[in-house]
């Protein structure tokens, strides 16, 4: 929570639909009523029937977020409500406002998401079903969602989303999805177009839609899912990457949990991070590159495969200045250099987790010094894959592997 002044009265936070007053119950008509300032979208603010309430009708500013305490400041003498879409509470005001003064000073009056009115009309199980935001996110942000029969639904940023996913879906070998886009949801202006993402010719229509896929994988199109490992020919580069094989066993021994922050160094494509966060939406990472053409290659990778929040940074250690601190290391590229380990030993929190792979003689060499000083597991690789021999068939050998795999001590409490 911030210093941002708590008001003397909880602030009502009242979801509203596209039905307008008439979808209101009485305890949110009354709190609207007694508003003296009532804040709110354009949109929303026009729902609330001149008459209704005398209050002064402020709409937000662009960018919100920033602007927001000094909204609540200059409005703090004043008896004031907020307006929000449906859910307060679901990707809503509400969840940034509880961020702001913390929920005691809130209350909130739900109405139904349009996540909940679409699956009422599509007849899909609200619990089974994941919601992706295109809301100030690229469209490819819903691609690690995306597999054969699956059903998923996306909140749209405006009347463009519908036939962007379309494009995504066609060019990612999803091309035989169903998009069903849902507009003004519970309103008099409802409406639902339904077409094949490869053959989507449906104009522009209302800017208030959330997009509805089921989702049909075309027979060639590689398996892409958030299990780590995903085939190498899903990265473009110059060919440093961790192979498939050793990139599972690399995000096994890394362990992500939703929230957690990935320090990939070395990042060559950006395999590391990008399956890191593929794992789970609220996963980040940061990857360091010292070579400016591959930097530019993890960013097209990370959006590629639907996790552009990675972040792209330059070499190590020398941009770890200002850098959160990580919960997970993974050195994947300049472990022998100076001072590296020791640069990424003394950032990582107590209690993180450190990941450092070696194909080398001297690069092997280290990992045992450190192994005997830090403790942790040392284990090594040997993956053999098929390949054409004359008429036959013959396993060679890749490079092996040494990974070493450690947990930073937490110091005892006192």
Known sequence: MSDTPLPSTPIPV??????????????????????????????????????????????????????????????????????????????????????????????????????????????????????????????????????????????????????????????????????????????????????????????????????????????????????????????????????????????SALAPAPGELLWDVGGGSGTIAIEWCRTNPACRAIAFERIESRRKQIAENATSLGVPRVEVRGPAPESFAETPTPDAIFIGGGLTQEGMFDACWQRLRPGGRLVASAVTAESDALLLTLAERHGGVLRRFQIYRAEPLGGFTAFRPQLPVTQWSVVKPVPPQR
Not at 156 to 164: K, R
Not at 174 to 181: H, Q, Y
Request: charged share 20%; glycine share 14%.
């Open 14 to 251: 009242i979801g509203i639909g596209a039905d307008g007053w008439d979808g209101l119950g009485g305890p949110a008509r009354r709190e609207i009523a007694a508003c003296e300032v009532l804040l709110g979208s354009a949109r929303q603010l026009a729902l609330i029937p001149e008459g209704e309430t005398d209050a002064e009708r402020v709409s937000w500013p662009s960018p919100l977020v920033p602007a927001l305490p000094g909204l609540l400041e200059r409005y703090a003498g004043r008896r004031l409500g907020v307006l929000a879409s449906g859910d307060p509470m679901f990707f809503g005001i509400g969840t940034t406002l509880t961020k702001l003064v913390g929920a005691q000073a809130l209350r909130v009056f739900p109405q139904p998401s349009s996540v909940s009115l679409a699956c009422a009309r599509l007849g899909w199980a609200l619990h089974e079903t994941p919601v992706v935001s295109a809301v100030g996110r690229p469209v490819e942000t819903v691609l690690p969602e995306v597999s054969d029969g699956r059903r998923v639904l996306v909140l749209s940023s405006d009347e463009g989303t519908p036939g962007q996913l379309a494009n995504l879906l066609a060019r990612n070998g999803f091309g035989g999805s169903t998009l069903t886009v849902l507009e003004q949801l519970g309103g008099p202006d409802e409406r639902l177009l339904t077409g094949i993402a490869a053959r989507w010719d449906h104009p522009l229509g209302d800017a208030l839609n959330i997009v509805a896929l089921d989702c049909a994988a075309d027979p060639q199109a590689l398996r892409l899912t958030r299990i780590p490992g995903l085939p190498d020919e899903a990265y473009g580069g110059d060919g440093q990457l961790t192979k498939s094989e050793v990139r599972a066993l690399t995000l």
